[in-house]
């Protein structure tokens, strides 16, 4: 009876702080709503403090050290699907190459400068490398890719490279590698005047090693990286001129005297007839480059007797440039 009579005094309180408008505030809900907010605040605090560690973990703070030295891959042969649009959308690629081969190196070449080239134009290849340095390759591997709709070619070995590694313990690292060692790559590059592309990313263990070849450019050029081209000037010249060109030796700056050579020996090597360079195969069965400055640049190395892979053509080109310019002032005195 006691009990009922408690009972229905609480009822009458809570009824009659509705009707008012007023809260039932105790020191117990006060405490309880003050614990709950720190909780809340606790595992705020935890999840950033994780994310944080997970970051510096990944390589957020990890010093990238550019330099020219011998390759991470030689001579290679690999089975590659050739794609065209953002590099974002790379990730389903690499993540075909390695349910069909885990165990072996996978490989990414980027072709075009996505600072100056439309994210729909850019050209890369995603690969697997089936075998290296003249090994043999496992037939029934290199069938399995072909009916999965992969292409099979041959990488050529250089002495020299502009190249630096990354380590590679999560997705994460992926992310921050390109931002980290991208800039740096291209700074580098145009600080020592050199003519280094496409650009390799090679995912072996734990480590992304990062390349763009000096010597033999036009052997890292898929035939459909070449074809697109063709495809493009048919349906209009003036995309040539902003769209589907390497990237240039001075990345991230203004048009270069290279850039403006490349241009010009895109249009004038597209209008040859069949069995010009663009559309000739080279020893190892891949399209020879478009660039005519890079293949001028080959051509007078060839006559020189030299073959230094790391010889600029943006710095011929400038000299070039210089010449006429000398020149021409000597006239108008």
């Known amino acids: 009876m006691k009990g009922k009579i408690v009972c229905t005094q609480r009822e009458a309180i809570l009824i009659r702080c509705e009707k008012t408008g007023s809260s039932l505030s105790s020191?117990?809900?006060?405490?309880?709503?003050?614990?709950?907010?720190?909780?809340?605040?606790?595992?705020?605090?935890?999840?950033?403090?994780?994310?944080?560690?997970l970051l510096v973990y990944s390589g957020l703070f990890e010093k990238v050290e550019v330099g020219a030295g011998k390759p991470p891959i030689g001579e290679a042969v690999i089975a590659y699907k050739f794609a065209r649009g953002p590099y974002k959308e790379a990730g389903p690629l690499f993540t075909e190459v390695c349910k069909i081969a885990p165990k072996n190196k996978c490989l990414g070449i980027y072709y075009d400068d996505p600072k100056t080239v439309e994210a729909s134009c850019l050209r890369y290849i995603v690969a697997s490398v089936l075998s290296e340095g003249g090994g043999e390759v496992d037939e029934e591997l290199k069938k399995k890719f072909e009916e999965e709709g992969f292409k099979v070619i041959s990488l050529p070995e250089v002495d020299y490279a502009v190249r630096t590694t990354f380590p590679h313990v999560s997705t994460l690292s992926i992310f921050i590698a390109i931002s980290k060692v991208y800039p740096q790559l291209a700074e580098y590059i145009k600080e020592h005047k050199l003519c280094a592309h496409p650009f390799l990313e090679i995912y072996q263990d734990n480590t992304i090693y990062f390349m763009a070849p000096l010597s033999k450019h036009e052997d890292f050029y898929v035939p459909e990286s070449l074809k697109c081209l063709e495809e493009d000037k048919q349906d209009d010249v003036e995309n040539i001129t902003s769209c589907n060109l390497p990237m240039s030796a001075s990345e991230g700056t203004e048009p270069s005297l290279l850039s403006h050579a490349m241009k010009a020996g895109v249009l004038a090597n597209m209008d040859e007839e069949k069995g010009d360079e663009i559309s000739g195969m080279g020893d190892s069965g891949i399209a020879t480059s478009f660039v005519s400055s890079e293949a001028s640049g080959a051509a007078s190395r060839d006559e020189n007797g030299s073959d230094e892979g790391s010889t600029s053509s943006f710095e011929e080109v400038r000299m070039e440039n210089g010449e006429n310019v000398d020149e021409s002032q000597k006239k108008s005195a």
Do not use: R
Request: net charge negative; aromatic share 4%.
């Open 27 to 53: 020191p117990t809900t006060v405490m309880e709503t003050l614990l709950l907010l720190i909780g809340i605040g606790v595992l705020l605090l935890c999840i950033i403090l994780t994310l944080f560690i």
